[in-house]
T-cell receptor, first 115, second 113 residues
Framework: GAVVSQHPSWVICKSGTSVKIECRSLDFQATTMFWYRQFPKQSLMLMATSNEGSKATYEQGVEKDKFLINHASLTLSTLTVTSAHPEDSSFYIC???????????FGPGTRLTVL | GDSVTQMEGPVTLSEEAFLTINCTYTATGYPSLFWYVQYPGEGLQLLLKATKADDKGSNKGFEATYRKETTSFHLEKGSVQVSDSAVYFCALDSPTNAGKSTFGDGTTLTVKP
């Protein structure tokens, strides 16, 4: 199956700093990428939908100025957590699909810890 | 809106026991249905899927049948192994929801030797 990678797999940062997480589709072109957040022992919460070449669509309650999403190419989307705080600590997962209606392929996730 | 309801966990079974994890859904139109598995510290992996009524998805001994009349997609396996211990998510993709997926809350399965 298709492969989606995330980098880094884990990151620890100080409060107030910004962290960038990359999501790459390695063997297919992803017209759409999704960013999710997962709290311990909970389901995935969709944060935003990212389409190549256009602005991301954020879910209700997600601060677009805090979670900056860029989908610059058909194989790369980035999530930047700006001015991170301890409450932003979480497991961030991206997924990608090559066309509407096709299945999603998930990245392995990035564990963010903000001290 | 769309929703997915999964059997609450956690579920603990002995090796070789029969597994059922219930999943029911509410959606407009004709959704595709999925089961994903998440091992500790990892992202989600597609386990199986079904795209239309009466389709049966199967993989690694797991099966689920798309039942439109009961709006269900229950996951079953005849004989679980310790390596099946993970969190299982039922999900749907609705053509009327801008390509977004709706996930259930997940069911944690622990299989003991």
């Amino acid at each position: 199956g298709a492969v989606v990678s995330q980098h880094p797999s884990w990151v620890i940062c100080k409060s107030g700093t910004s962290v960038k997480i990359e999501c790459r589709s390695l063997d297919f072109q992803a017209t759409t990428m999704f960013w999710y957040r997962q709290f311990p022992k909970q389901s995935l919460m969709l944060m935003a939908t990212s389409n190549e070449g256009s602005k991301a669509t954020y879910e209700q309650g997600v601060e677009k100025d805090k979670f900056l999403i860029n989908h610059a190419s058909l194989t790369l989307s980035t999530l930047t957590v700006t001015s991170a705080h301890p409450e932003d600590s979480s497991f961030y997962i991206c997924s990608a699909r090559w066309t509407s209606g096709s299945e999603q392929f998930f990245g392995p996730g990035t564990r963010l810890t903000v001290l | 809106g769309d929703s997915v309801t999964q059997m609450e966990g956690p579920v603990t079974l002995s090796e070789e026991a029969f597994l059922t994890i219930n999943c029911t859904y509410t959606a407009t139109g004709y959704p595709s249905l999925f089961w994903y598995v998440q091992y500790p510290g990892e992202g989600l992996q597609l386990l199986l899927k079904a795209t239309k009524a009466d389709d049966k998805g199967s993989n690694k001994g797991f099966e689920a049948t798309y039942r439109k009349e009961t709006t269900s997609f229950h996951l079953e396996k005849g004989s679980v192994q310790v390596s099946d211990s993970a969190v299982y998510f039922c999900a749907l993709d609705s053509p009327t929801n801008a390509g977004k997926s709706t996930f259930g809350d997940g069911t944690t399965l622990t299989v003991k030797p």
